[in-house]
C-alpha cells in the first residue's frame, strides 16, 4: 500500500483561525532567524541567496530589489500550478524581514569553524522545520515554497521537488558568478528531506479530511 500523501492545499482562514495563525507566524519567525544562523555560519549562502548575487553582478539593481523582482516573477510561475497568492503570501514577506534581522542582532558573527558548522546544520534543519511548520499551517505558502506546494499537489514528492528546485536555482546563480560554499550544497540537497519529514506531523488537517478519515476508518 502506498504511503498517504500530506495535504498542503489553501484552507480557509474562518477554520481554527487562532491555532494556525499561531502556527504561520511562528513557523515564519523561526525561518527568518534559520536564514541568520546560515548567514552567520559564513560557509556557503542558500541557493536563492547565489541567485540574487549573481544576478547582481551582472544587473545594476541591488540584492534587496532583485529578491524581489525575482518574487514577483516566481509569482508568474504559480499560474500553470494553478497557484494563489494567499495571506501566507504575504506573511511570508513581511515576518521573513523582522526575524532575520533580529537573529542577525542575536547571533554573534566571526565564531570558529566548529561554531560555523554547528550553525551551518542547526540552520539547514531549522529551515526545514520552519518550513514544514508554516507552509503546514495552510494559509497559503511563500512565492519560492509555492513552487514546491504547487508540484507536489501533482502528486509529486515534496523532498524530490523541493531538491530539485534547490538545486536548479543553485546552477542557475553559481553560473551566473554567485558565490557557492560547502554550506550551498549542503543546504541544497538536505532542507527537502527535511521538510519532507517533519510536513506529515506540521500539516493542518481540515474538517472534512478528518471526517473522511473518521468514515473511512469506520
Known amino acids: 500500500m502506498g504511503r498517504e500523501r500530506t495535504a498542503l492545499g489553501y484552507v480557509r482562514l474562518g477554520e ?5 495563525l499561531a502556527q504561520l507566524l511562528a513557523g515564519l519567525a523561526l525561518y527568518g532567524f534559520s536564514l541568520s544562523l546560515l548567514l552567520r555560519a559564513a560557509l556557503g549562502a542558500n541557493p536563492w541567496s547565489v541567485l540574487y548575487e549573481g544576478l547582481a553582478l551582472r544587473t545594476p539593481l541591488s540584492f534587496g530589489a532583485i529578491s524581489a523582482v525575482v518574487g514577483v516573477l516566481v509569482l508568474l510561475l504559480w499560474i ?18 523582522v526575524a532575520s534581522d533580529l537573529g542577525l542582532a542575536v547571533v554573534p558573527a566571526g565564531l570558529g569553524l566548529p561554531a560555523r558548522a554547528c550553525l551551518l546544520a542547526g540552520g539547514v534543519v531549522l529551515n526545514g522545520f520552519a518550513v514544514a511548520v508554516y507552509v503546514g499551517a495552510r494559509f497559503g505558502p511563500g512565492p519560492r515554497d509555492g513552487l514546491m506546494t504547487g508540484a507536489a499537489a501533482t502528486g ?3 523532498r524530490r521537488v523541493r531538491t530539485l528546485i534547490e538545486v536548479a536555482v543553485l546552477a542557475a546563480g553559481w553560473l551566473l558568478g554567485g558565490s557557492v560554499g560547502a554550506g550551498t550544497v ?7 528531506p ?9 500539516a ?7 471526517a473522511v478519515t473518521v468514515s473511512g476508518g469506520g
Open 16 to 20: 481554527r483561525p487562532v491555532r494556525r
Open 80 to 97: 500553470p500550478l494553478r497557484q494563489r497568492p494567499t495571506l501566507g503570501t504575504v506573511a511570508n514577506i513581511a515576518v521573513l524581514a
Open 156 to 158: 509529486r514528492s515534496v
Open 186 to 192: 549542503l543546504y541544497a540537497l538536505a532542507v527537502g
Open 194 to 202: 527535511v521538510v519532507q519529514f517533519f510536513l506529515p506531523w506540521c
Open 204 to 210: 493542518y488537517r481540515s474538517a472534512g479530511e478528518r
